[in-house]
């Protein structure tokens, strides 16, 4: 639902707005509002400069993005909503990862 944090609270202050969203893969906080991120983030397929300032840009896909293209690219019917189910049943963080660089 996005409405619990890993850090116990409904919701946590942004962080940061340095990193900007200029490219696909990039990784970033959903978030209703300023300091109202959850546990929901979205994966760009494009770059989106009007999110910049808005939503905290937190990391990058390595590895997978034909996986997110094939998301991107399922079928949707009325709001938007896939005609065919789409199941993460998987995730995690690739050991030996580096932090993005503004």
């Given at each position: 639902?996005?409405?619990?944090?890993?850090?116990?609270?409904e919701?946590?202050?942004d962080e940061n707005?340095?990193?900007k969203?200029?490219?696909?893969g990039l990784l970033s906080m959903?978030?209703?509002?300023?300091?109202?991120?959850?546990?929901?983030?979205?994966?760009?397929t494009a770059a989106t400069p009007h999110l910049d300032g808005?939503?905290?840009?937190?990391?990058?896909?390595?590895?997978?993005?034909?996986?997110i293209r094939k998301i991107e690219s399922t079928r949707t019917g009325p709001g938007d909503k896939p005609l065919s189910p789409v199941i993460i049943a998987g995730a995690g963080q690739?050991?030996?990862a580096k932090p993005?660089?503004?």
């Open positions: 639902t996005g409405s619990a944090s890993i850090f116990g609270s919701s946590f202050d707005f340095q990193l969203h200029t490219q696909p959903a978030n209703s509002g300023p300091n109202s991120n959850g546990s929901q983030f979205f994966i760009l808005k939503h905290v840009v937190l990391g990058e896909v390595l590895d997978g993005m034909d996986v690739l050991a030996g993005l660089e503004s």
